[in-house]
């Protein structure tokens, strides 16, 4: 049976980071023009959308129900993500809040994969559209900040705040109209066991983000700053 860190976690890590490196490295060789940024982003939002779709219908399929909307932040922030990079436009409100949650939660899920153990085998649908859609999500939000489409800004901070009361919404929506038994953790800790309820992390995550866009900030005045000298010498 899969384990976090075991044989096939380290093994699908090396893959994709692999895969990854590469994409980034061809795109920064290749993909000159804005027009081509804006396909290569709608491009991954679609397989971000296929790979999301594949993992609600292996979970509908499995536990033979069908709550097809996704319930978890990870499952609603990939949705969400792939809808926007297909049809909105560059820099919209709306990445300010998505684009975050799917680097952090794929992030972390790539890191620790609690799931990965619920069948003999990784290639588990379940598990491996989940692992795929955590992979992808991370990928477009690094892609759009390389290239450009997401530009992090401080002024913005209140987008998160802003998105994540949406997440609420959407996650009572679920539980009252939809007769969800929980959603986006809602009723209970993200952690059994713990007081990391989704207030608490809330806090602590949109500390963390001002934090984040204060460096980010920073760093590219830094940068511009220094470029700026060399034109000069």
């Known amino acids: 049976m899969p384990q976090v860190y075991g044989w096939e976690h380290i093994i699908y890590l090396t893959i994709v980071i692999g895969i990854m490196i590469t994409l980034f490295i061809l795109i920064k060789k290749y993909v000159k023009e804005e027009k081509q940024v804006i396909l290569s982003i709608k491009i991954t939002g679609v397989a971000l959308l296929i790979a999301i779709v594949w993992n609600r219908l292996s979970i509908c399929l499995t536990r033979d129900h069908w709550n097809f909307l996704p319930d978890s932040f990870c499952g609603t922030t990939s949705l969400a993500l792939s809808l926007s990079a297909i049809f909105l436009k560059k820099d919209h409100k709306i990445f300010h809040c998505v ?112 934090v984040f866009l204060t460096i980010w900030e920073y760093a590219q005045k830094y940068k511009f700053t220094n470029n700026l000298g060399e034109a000069n010498d």
Request: hydrophobic fraction near 50%; proline fraction near 4%; charged fraction near 10%.
């Open 99 to 210: 684009a975050y949650l799917g680097l952090l939660g794929g992030s972390l899920t790539l890191i620790y994969p609690d799931f990965i153990g619920q069948a003999d085998s990784i290639f588990y649908p379940m598990t491996i559209s989940g692992l795929i859609h955590h992979t992808i999500s991370v990928f477009i939000v690094i892609l759009m900040l390389k290239t450009g489409f997401l530009k992090p800004q401080l002024r913005k901070w209140y987008l998160l705040p802003l998105g994540l009361s949406g997440y609420m919404t959407y996650g009572i929506f679920l539980i009252t109209v939809l007769n969800y038994d929980n959603a986006l953790y809602i009723y209970e800790p993200i952690l059994s066991g713990t007081k990391l309820n989704w207030f608490v992390l809330g806090i602590i995550f949109l500390t963390m983000h001002a």
